[in-house]
């Protein structure tokens, strides 16, 4: 590497940062300037946005604290924040009723809807990029925010690579190299999930596996997990 191409390198990573600290930054602002309008907090958006997303008997608590990627305690003091609200309820789980579910008030259904349309100003702009722009910058996010769990930086989200299903470059050379086992599919980089209903997290070894082979673009067989038949219940 000569002495000028390793300064020009160093350049795109901070460029890279500096870009999506102003993605993050307009996002803040747009979600505090829409929550504040109503009366909610981002955080507390994010919570009705996800309950939205996950019909049926409602979350754990658990469970929003991993959507989110938050930790208990805030999703906590949120859904407190909401059932004062009459946002949202606490009732016991039909499958298991020691378990409490947190879901929706008529009321919350409402604000969610409303909640939803808040990053509608994001979207137009990452429409304006090709298909191929999107699947690239999809990887690519998808690949900083598993580096940033493995490293423990921020907990598990709801993504293919943290995935018990997902097996990373099971097909590698094809254009859908991986395989979600819960689908019994090969899905290729434009279905990879940042948020997925049926995301279910991995074993540690599984995660520290998928996340080598997912970055290993050119998919190297000898690295790649075999594929376990699956029964494929229909996924949300
Ligand atoms: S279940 Fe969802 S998150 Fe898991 S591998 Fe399949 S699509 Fe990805």
Redo the contacts with the bound molecule.
């Keep these: 590497m000569t002495s000028r191409s390793k300064p020009a390198s160093a350049g795109l990573n901070s460029q890279l940062i500096a870009g999506l600290e102003r993605l993050g930054s307009a996002l803040r602002a747009q979600a505090w300037s829409e929550a504040f309008a109503r009366g909610l907090t981002p955080t507390q958006g994010q919570v009705l946005t996800t309950l939205r997303t996950h019909r049926g008997e409602g979350l754990r608590l658990l469970d929003i604290a991993e959507a989110l990627s938050v930790t208990p305690a805030t999703a906590s003091e949120t859904v407190r924040a909401l059932v004062a609200k009459g946002l949202v309820k606490k009732t016991q789980a039909l499958s298991d009723g020691r378990a409490i579910k947190i879901s929706l008030t008529k009321q919350g259904e409402g604000e969610a809807l409303a909640v939803a349309q808040w990053p509608s100003f994001l979207l137009d702009a990452v429409d304006e990029l090709s298909d191929e722009d999107q699947t690239a910058m999809l990887r690519g996010v998808l690949t900083i925010i598993s580096s940033l769990q493995g490293r423990g930086y921020i907990p598990v989200a709801?993504?293919?690579v943290s995935?018990?299903?997902?097996r990373a470059n099971a097909h590698p050379g094809e254009p859908k190299a991986h395989h979600?086992?819960?689908?019994d599919a090969a899905?290729g980089d434009p279905?990879?999930?940042a948020q997925?209903a049926?995301?279910?997290p991995g074993s540690a070894e599984l995660q520290a596996e998928n996340r080598a082979n997912f970055m290993t673009a050119a998919g190297d067989p000898k690295r790649r997990l075999p594929v376990v038949p699956a029964k494929p219940p229909a996924?949300r």
Excluded: K, V
């Design positions: 709801q993504m293919c995935c018990t299903n997902f979600c086992q819960l689908l899905i279905e990879l999930r997925c049926d995301h279910a996924i």
